[in-house]
């Protein structure tokens, strides 16, 4: 049975790890996976989270199981991050929430949770997307749709094109929306752009699934939530997937969450027996050490002020670099108008250089980003953007 599976493609930004890892160039730069990085080159563990284990440690007093929806203290602090403190929906009991094994977990989850409510569901995403989001989607037998997003010539959104094809979705479809830092291209939807989508959305009357795996990697925490808010504001239904992965630094624990939006906390606890029915049937709890972290930081306004603390320093660090880019390039004599970097937000930018740029970069500098142009820009730090820029200048010419 075995032998007549056919192997299948990888990710190329696996790839890309591998032969990253084999480079012997000492100079060697890898802009390729969305991982933080400090000025050193290294994803440290955050001080608020060797504090917040150590509590845990401590007070830690049985491994029972922990439930479908996981931790509800997690659970609760969760949502109140993302919707803020005192949202009508939060107040109103119309919000259900899951934690899930990281961002993809709760991706998942919500595709399955969509297929039960609307098998004919497509589900629409932005050109171009997270390439995870499309095949995990098709993975739970939703049928995939893209509209237009990022457009590639103005290096910026095209919005025209964006609400054109948002006015054809049909009702009992869901429109996959980046809260902030849109992975791949950086460009995020000003909050008048997502006035717009919230009233196309009401209008059409699809539902809109809110990934955000970067909260406060954008502009602040407060910020980078204010168009879904809004969105919550506006709408009777919508989903939303949060991940702990990039904001708490704690990828491989994988935490994030699911949670739902309904009209009215009658539906919200049907919703919330159908969601844990649907992770009963996928791993039936979910690992609870990344869950606890969470909730003692968020627990502890002593932790939390040291979190916000360690996420500014991220966040600024990456917008920095930002400008450094561009100040870097027109110091090495490049004229392209690169200005459009500080434009977008998160981890990622699009450069918008071509693929046989992109492979010199590659073979001659062993700078490393995938095929699209998107260099992740945590991967740059004092020891490398002067090379980075010579090397960019180089291909350029
Ligand atoms: N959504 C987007 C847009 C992402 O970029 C990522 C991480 N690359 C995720 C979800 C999932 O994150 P996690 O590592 O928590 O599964």
Redesign the pocket.
């Known amino acids: 049975m075995f032998a007549q599976l056919q192997p299948v493609a990888t990710d190329p930004i696996l790839g890309l790890m591998a032969a990253y890892k084999e480079d012997q160039n000492p100079n060697k730069v890898d802009l390729g996976v969305?991982v933080y990085k400090d000025e050193q080159g290294h994803t440290a563990v955050l001080k608020c989270v060797k504090e917040a284990e150590a509590l845990r440690l401590k007070n830690e007093d049985s491994k029972t199981y922990i439930g479908m929806a996981g931790d509800l203290g997690f659970n609760a602090h969760i949502e109140k991050l993302a919707f803020g403190h005192a949202h009508k929906a939060l107040l109103a009991n119309r919000i259900t929430s899951a934690h899930t094994p990281?961002?993809?977990?709760a991706?998942r989850v919500a595709a399955e949770f969509i297929k039960k409510a609307n098998p004919n569901a497509t589900i629409w995403v932005t050109k171009p997307t997270?390439a995870n989001h499309i095949s995990m989607f098709k993975a739970a037998g939703l049928n995939v749709k893209e509209y237009t997003y990022y457009d590639y010539s103005t290096k910026g959104l095209d919005e025209e094109g964006m609400f054109a094809d948002l006015a054809n979705v049909p009702a009992g479809d869901v429109v996959l929306v980046?809260a902030c830092c849109h992975?791949p291209s950086g460009m995020d939807l000003t909050f008048a752009q997502w006035q717009r989508f919230a009233q196309v959305a009401k209008e059409r009357g699809f539902t809109p699934l809110v990934?955000m795996?970067y909260q406060g990697f954008g502009a602040g925490l407060e910020e980078d939530a204010k168009g879904l808010r809004h969105l919550a504001d506006t709408v009777d239904e919508m989903l939303l997937c949060s991940?702990c992965?990039k904001n708490f630094g704690l990828?491989r624990e994988r935490i994030?969450a699911v949670s739902i939006m309904s009209a009215d906390s009658k539906v919200s606890d049907i919703v919330r027996s159908n969601l844990l029915g649907v992770v009963r049937s996928i791993y039936s709890m979910p690992p609870a050490h990344g869950a606890i972290v969470v909730a003692n930081i968020l627990d502890s306004a002593e932790l939390t002020a040291l979190w916000h603390q360690e996420l500014a320093e991220m966040r600024n660090r990456i917008n920095n670099y930002r400008q450094l880019i561009i100040d870097k390039l027109a110091g090495e004599g490049v004229t392209q108008d690169f200005s459009f970097i500080t434009r977008q937000h998160g981890m990622f930018s699009f450069l918008g250089i071509d693929k046989a740029q992109i492979a010199r970069l590659r073979s001659e500098f062993s700078i490393y980003m995938v095929d699209s142009s998107r260099v992740s820009i945590a991967g740059l730090n004092h020891s490398n953007i002067d090379y980075f820029a010579k090397s960019v200048a180089t291909v350029l010419k």
């Open positions: 969305g990281g961002g993809t977990g991706l997270w980046h992975n990934d795996a991940s992965s990828y994030g």
